[in-house]
């Protein structure tokens, strides 16, 4: 991974380092130059990689995926965190499986491909963030009873103890999920912070590599 895109470590509370000493965020920072809408339709040579990534998860291998080290790593996690990967699927089973029912890999806006073949290319799933909306280094910790998930009026409530991604002024997503909807990108959003979960079994270079892949998608002018 060249050094314009190394990623930083984000920030654990105390409890996370005890008790899962092997979890870790990883974190970059992207300009976005590609023109246009980030959610609306891909440019031809994104669109391009997304086909040939559909190409790669047929019969046997959309089958066998949840057995590959990556994709197991995930799933052996999910259950220690008291998650089951059969009902809440891991992020690469969820996609491919999506390409199974759908016979490919559909288009869902310029930010959304970029972060699919990422996941589709290395296994580990990345997330974006609004950096605009950020209040410090994102990390992780457990929730708060009742806390906000996300700084908007209607914020859902969250249960104690739920493994979150947060900022210095609250949750911007549950571990796994998607951000909530004022840390989102929007359309015109320039200035993203994205993240990739590490679990134990997977590798800081696939990490990295999803990471990179990402940032230099969105980077090209």
Do not use: K, N
Not at 40 to 68: C, M, N, Q, T, Y
Not at 140 to 166: M, T
């Amino acid at each position: 991974m060249s050094s314009a895109h190394a990623p930083t470590v984000g920030w654990r509370s105390p409890e996370v380092e005890a008790e899962l000493p092997q979890l870790r965020l990883l974190i970059a920072e992207v300009e976005v130059a590609r023109a246009g809408s980030l959610v609306g339709v891909s440019p031809p040579d994104v669109l391009d990689r997304l086909r040939e990534r559909s190409s790669r998860f047929r019969g046997a291998r959309a089958v066998s995926i949840r057995r590959e080290p990556v994709p197991a790593a995930y799933r052996v996690f999910y259950r220690h965190i008291g998650l089951d990967p059969d009902i809440e699927r891991t992020p690469i089973e969820a996609i491919v499986l999506e390409r199974m029912l759908r016979g490919g890999f559909l288009s869902g806006g310029l930010l959304a491909d970029v972060l699919l073949i990422a996941l589709a290319d290395t296994g580990v799933p990345v997330w974006a963030l609004d950096s605009e909306t950020l209040d410090g280094q994102p990390g992780i910790r457990p929730s708060d009873e009742g806390e906000p998930l996300g700084r908007a009026r209607a914020a859902l409530p969250l249960p104690h103890a739920r493994l979150v991604v947060a900022d210095a002024a609250g949750a911007l997503a549950l571990l796994f999920g998607e951000p909530a909807a004022p840390h989102a990108p929007r359309a015109r959003s320039r200035r993203l912070t994205l993240y990739a979960v590490q679990v134990p079994g997977v590798p800081t270079l696939f990490c990295e590599e999803a990471l990179w892949s990402a940032c230099a998608a969105l980077e090209v002018g």
